[in-house]
């Protein structure tokens, strides 16, 4: 029932894997990507620049959805229980198909070789909106990142990055994620700046055996909608950095996909006997990371008490777990409820014998730091308030060594956000090296963490107001991909 394509690196981690290099390099079956379907008909006006050796380089139409499905789901798939290959191309196919609500054919690049028809390199970007503290903010996700390995090497993904990163500008997104094998879209421009997964795995034993007296367990429908999209909003509000899902989302995530892809979570809704809707959680449709279900969404309606809910969709992950284990022919492990490090269920858990996993991280990239920030002015003026800076005049200069940004601020209000380049004479107030300072604005790090890692990052004057406009504070990231 669920085919695997044994022995290959992973293409995003499964959580909990080894996040060593070694863990994404071992080498693919060449002779898996023989017999793949031709690309479609390279036309003059999709070419973006022809790379020599027969290498076109252009934009996908729908006519290329077989070969790049058949090609994305060879050099994407992953280690066996981890993510089965006909559902990355279950995936692709939607995302090109036109059914799906934020990605086209048009939003996928590929590299053409003319001399074999074949698509040997590869990626997609997703246009997304996440909230930074509840503003929106425009977002483009690269994704589906692969070369076939003849061509590996040869600054194919370098060059597609450059040219979607072209797309992004054009699109007006201020910032671009990834979810990514590990240090390979540094290269791009991009930090670990956000936490990605990680959470609590509870283990079989320790899941309740008896149902919540009056609390039960449903599959989500699509009247369900408002009811999720509530929960999900209020949830959200914890949270530093979040994707924006509106209804209409929560509606395509119920009916909208075709088949089950890598993409498919199941929406539960936990109710009272008398049907009054009380949360909402998700799992993926298979047992991952050896025997376990995964929870990565979990959400009660404001003002529910969080104990029982949590007792009651454990229950039900109990159950399911046991019918996936004995479809799937190995035991169920328990229930990983994969919602990072601070989430209402994993408090309610503390004590009760889970084991918490550490997250990995995001890839975030800010090409305009200063445009960026003026974005989000009115979140830092809302971090002075009510704070020993409330009403604040003065300035703060934020040194990332070879550029920096200056803040300006009158009664409390930024008045001017501006670039400053730092000299031997003018240091700034706090220095910054690489792209360090992303951890600081998505609160990924506290400014003492950044300088604890790299004793480089140099605090001058001003600690206390950069730790008041840039305290730590976790992200969730859950697009709409
Ligand atoms: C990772 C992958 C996309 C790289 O493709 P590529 O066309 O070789 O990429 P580029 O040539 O543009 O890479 C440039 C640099 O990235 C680095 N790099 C390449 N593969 C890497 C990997 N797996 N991990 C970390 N760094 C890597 C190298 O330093 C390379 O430069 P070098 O050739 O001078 O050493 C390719 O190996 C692949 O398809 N892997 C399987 C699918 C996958 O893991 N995709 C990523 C999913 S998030």
């Known amino acids: 029932m669920w085919p695997r394509i044994a022995n290959r690196r992973c293409a995003r981690l499964p959580l909990g894997s080894d996040l060593s290099i070694e863990g994404n390099v071992m080498p693919q079956n060449r002779s898996d990507f023989d017999g793949l379907p031709s690309a479609g008909p390279a036309r003059p006006e999709d070419v973006i620049e022809d790379l020599g050796d027969g290498l076109l380089l252009r934009r996908a139409r729908s006519e290329d959805i077989e070969a790049n499905a058949a090609f994305q789901s060879v050099v994407q ?135 919540v007296k009056g609390l039960g367990v449903r599959a989500a429908i699509e009247a369900d909608a408002p009811f999720i999209t509530r929960c999900f909003d209020h949830g959200m509000k914890r949270y530093r950095l979040t994707c924006r899902r509106d209804e209409a989302f929560w509606r395509f995530e119920l009916s909208g996909r075709h088949g089950f892809s890598t993409q498919t979570r199941f929406l539960k809704i936990v109710e009272t006997d008398s049907g009054e809707p009380r949360a909402v959680f998700n799992h993926v449709p298979i047992l991952l990371d050896h025997g376990w279900t995964r929870t990565p969404m979990f959400e009660a309606a404001p003002g529910v008490a969080w104990p029982e809910v949590v007792d009651a969709a454990l229950f039900f992950l109990r159950e399911v777990g046991a019918e996936l284990a004995s479809q799937s022919k190995q035991e169920h492990a328990g229930a990983a409820l994969v919602l990072g490090t601070e989430h209402p269920a994993l408090e309610v858990l503390r004590g009760r014998g889970g084991r918490p996993r550490r997250p990995y991280a995001w890839y975030l990239r800010v090409a305009d730091p200063v445009g960026f920030l003026k974005h989000v002015a009115p979140a830092l003026e809302a971090r002075l308030v009510g704070s020993p800076y409330q009403g604040h005049d003065g300035e703060l200069a934020l040194s990332f060594f070879r550029s920096g940004v200056r803040l300006h601020f009158e009664k409390g209000q930024l008045r001017e956000i501006a670039e400053w380049r730092p000299s031997t004479e003018e240091v700034g107030d706090v220095s910054l090296p690489d792209l360090s300072f992303l951890n600081l604005l998505f609160g990924h790090r506290s400014l003492v963490e950044i300088a604890d890692a790299f004793p480089d990052c140099q605090i001058t004057r001003r600690q206390a107001l950069v730790e008041t406009l840039f305290p730590k504070q976790p992200s969730f990231l859950m697009p709409t991909s």
Do not use: K
Request: aromatic share 10%; proline share 8%.
């Open 77 to 211: 798939a992953d280690p066996p229980d981890f993510e089965p290959f006909e559902h990355i191309a279950h995936w692709v196919r939607q995302l090109m198909d036109g059914s799906h609500p934020i990605c086209r054919a048009r939003d996928f690049l590929l590299v053409h070789d003319t001399r074999s028809d074949q698509v040997v390199s590869s990626l997609g970007l997703l246009s997304h909106t996440l909230a930074y503290d509840g503003i929106p903010v425009p977002t483009g996700m690269p994704e589906l990142v692969g070369t076939h390995p003849d061509y590996r090497h040869r600054r194919l993904i370098a060059r597609q990055f450059a040219e979607v990163h072209r797309w992004s500008e054009e699109r007006g997104q201020l910032l671009q994620i990834i979810d990514g094998i590990p240090w390979y879209y540094r290269q791009f421009g991009y930090e670990m700046a956000a936490q990605n997964m990680g959470g609590l795995y509870q283990g079989r034993s320790l899941l309740p055996g008896e149902p």
